[in-house]
């Protein structure tokens, strides 16, 4: 189960921070990704962290959000800074590629 949590609502140039809870004990060896849906618009990656640390970032997010993991609680973090309103959206977790395994998504709205 991947289970996501930590939205809410903020104000735009506010920070949140989500986190992911992942059950299965194969978690350390599998790189991670948070996704975004936004209204109108096809779920996509915003960033994924591999099993050795490495990040990667689409550019619409990058300098302003950090994934992150810790591997002794299964999870994944994605830290949000300098929100804009068209960060708002559904975020998720998943392995990075994404399984067919989603959970229920959080939902950030970042208002102007």
């Known amino acids: 189960q991947l289970q996501a949590c930590g939205g809410g609502l903020v104000q735009a140039g506010g920070s949140l921070t989500l986190s992911c809870i992942v059950s299965g004990s194969i978690f350390s060896i599998r790189d991670m990704g948070w996704y975004r849906q936004v209204p109108g618009k096809q779920r996509e990656r915003i960033a994924n962290?591999?099993?050795?640390?490495?990040?990667y970032y689409v550019v619409s997010v990058k300098g302003r959000f950090t994934i992150s993991r810790d591997n002794a609680k299964n999870a994944v973090y994605l830290q949000m800074n300098s929100l804009k309103p068209e960060d708002t959206g559904l975020y998720y977790c998943?392995?990075?590629?994404?399984?067919?395994?989603w959970g229920q998504g959080t939902l950030v709205t970042v208002s102007s």
């Open positions: 962290i591999g099993s050795g640390y490495g990040t």
């Open positions: 998943n392995t990075f590629p994404a399984s067919d395994l």
